[in-house]
């Protein structure tokens, strides 16, 4: 079902989400189809639109969706820094529609999760998709790409 999603300055986007228990799953999956259908409804408003954090529909638990070629869903995932590169973005995300912010992100990162059938697994990202799993994963801690911005001079309105 498509859900609401909670814009800037909604108060429950600035809070920790907690983990996700192996006896949840089955309420997950409720979940995690509301985040596909507003995911795909973000779509097709506004053109855009790769991941959702569970928080940013007002579900406060650690699972994010990621639609690419597939779905992948990352249950209580961890993230690690590869190394120190990084590389200025112009970040945008569904909480702000029309507002872009510069930030800076690791360039590469690994992230570790569970999945559907609780089993552990692991992604290696680069580029663009490291950008959007960190961002992804900032929800998780109540940390908005506003927060991160460069400057005062880092946001656009499109």
């Given amino acids: 079902m498509v859900k609401e999603i909670l814009l800037l300055g909604n108060e429950k986007l600035y809070e920790t989400s907690c983990d996700i228990k192996k006896e949840e799953l089955g309420e997950i999956k409720a979940v995690v189809e509301d ?3 507003t995911l795909i409804e973000f779509r097709a408003t506004y053109g855009a639109g790769r991941a959702i954090a569970a928080p940013q529909i007002g579900v406060q638990k650690r699972l994010l969706y990621m639609l690419i070629d597939k779905p992948v ?28 912010v510069k930030v800076k992100r690791y360039k590469r ?15 290696w990202l680069e580029g663009d998709l490291s950008e959007l799993l960190q961002h992804e994963y900032d929800h998780l801690d109540g940390i908005l790409a ?3 911005a460069i400057n005062k001079q880092s946001f656009y309105y499109n």
Avoid at 76 to 91: A, G, H, K, R, S
Avoid at 109 to 123: G, L, R, S
């Fill in 73 to 100: 869903i990352f249950i209580n995932p961890t993230l690690e820094f590869i190394d120190e590169e990084q590389m200025e973005v112009m970040d945008d995300c569904m909480s702000f529609p029309h507002l872009l």
């Fill in 35 to 37: 985040l596909h259908d």
């Fill in 109 to 123: 990162c690994k992230i570790k999760y569970q999945d559907m059938n609780w089993q552990t697994c692991e992604m």
């Fill in 146 to 148: 506003t927060m991160r």
